[in-house]
């Protein structure tokens, strides 16, 4: 089905204008933003029920204290700042690599010929 749909894309783009297609990648980068939105906000949010998820079976299987809950939210929001952070460091990455495309006739230190 993604091979069909990407060759209808690219069959649809060939008759477009160049405002058309301008349009399409406007549309395809606020995609993109709004995947990623989602994407940071199920980084915050699966680590802590998790955590939550775990210390609920201690309670109830183990007959642990209900004081389980304190650590385990602590921990579900240790590692859910941690991995928010992972992703904003990616996304943060992907944006210089984009910036930084160098023209392939610059000369600099490590080209050799």
Not at 35 to 52: D, E, N, R, T, Y
Not at 98 to 109: A, I, S
């Amino acid at each position: 089905m993604g091979l069909c749909f990407y060759t209808r894309f690219r069959t649809s783009m060939r008759g477009r204008s160049k405002a058309g297609q301008m349009e399409i990648r406007k549309a395809s980068r606020l995609i993109g933003q709004f995947a990623m939105v989602g994407q940071l906000g199920l980084s915050l949010l699966m680590p802590l029920l998790m955590c939550l998820f775990a210390c609920y079976l201690l309670v109830s299987k183990l007959s642990v204290g209900a004081w389980v809950y304190i650590p385990g939210f602590i921990l579900g929001l240790g590692a859910s700042m941690t991995t928010a952070y992972k992703v904003y460091l990616s996304v943060v990455h992907k944006e210089e690599k984009k910036k930084l495309k160098r023209d392939p006739n610059e000369v600099y230190f490590s080209k050799h010929l």
